[in-house]
């Protein structure tokens, strides 16, 4: 049963099944071909037509089935995917962009912030760590699944870096997105008034890089510290790389990241995060 259920489903038939069952021929028959590598004959084959039985259309002659054939075949069929994943990759990242302009905007990408790039990050012996570390991010990012942290004073170039990785990822229109943590949150006030809040959430903890800038100076309350653990909390379990730039040691975060006078779980739950799960950068060096 199994057999004439398969034959009664077949569309496709060599030419030898198409004479050895009588089928009547309504097209030209191709020539047959032979394989380039092993000499083998190709014969063409036809598509059945299932309402009178007959053959209208021939396609692309048989495969052959001879080593370097089939090499060929996963070569080519290889190189298609590639390519569709190379196209599918530039469609995600053209919505993503789209996603940004609508909910965040793009009015961090100032003139001010596009000159800051990694060539004219002024080096020395005590800040060249930061560079290194910025390269080794760009060779990295495609499979980059933690945060990093750029720690350090005031005019040690820590947010010169992380404006130079955006500008070097934006060249390659991948979708960015920078701003203090009081800028990020800033955005949900008019996502809820349109009830899109959760659109905004999403494309904080999805999108390709997030940068938070001078994490620490804002007076935290409750809200506030709920979103960020939101953000870095599903940015770590999605993989997805980000960047942090803050004056202060780990120690001093946590005090900055805390409400006076209350018991934080949450600000331990992100200070733990970083700590565990994101690089951290020590920069020095004179004021840039």
Known sequence: MEKRVMEKS?????????LRNGYPI???????????????????????????????VFIENEKCDCKQAIEERNKAKEKLQEELMKQYENYRKEEYNKKIK???????????FKQ???????????????????QKFLTDFNNMKKGIIFVG?????????????????????????????????????????????SELTKLYTKVDLLVIDDLGVEPMNDWLLSKLFTIINERLINE???????????????????????????TDSIISRLSNMCYRVECNGKRL
């Open 10 to 18: 077949k569309t496709l038939y060599s030419l030898e099944e198409i």
């Open 26 to 56: 309504k097209a030209n028959i191709p020539k047959e071909t032979r394989c380039k590598y092993c000499n083998k004959v190709l014969k063409p084959r036809g598509i059945l037509n299932p309402i009178n039985k007959t053959i209208n």
């Open 102 to 112: 609508q909910y965040y905007g793009t009015e961090f990408i100032t003139k001010q």
């Open 116 to 134: 800051k790039t990694l060539e004219n990050f002024i080096t020395d012996e005590q800040n060249l760590k930061t560079k290194l570390a910025a």
């Open 153 to 197: 004073k005031n005019g040690t170039g820590k947010t010169h870096i992380s404006m130079a990785i955006c500008n070097e990822l934006l060249k390659n229109n991948v979708p960015v997105i920078f701003g203090t943590l009081t800028q990020l949150v800033e955005k949900y006030a008019i996502c809820y008034k349109n009830h899109t809040e």
């Open 240 to 266: 997805l790389p980000f960047i942090i730039t803050t004056n202060y040691n780990m120690e001093d975060l946590k005090q900055r990241l805390s409400i006076p006078n209350k018991v934080c779980k949450t």
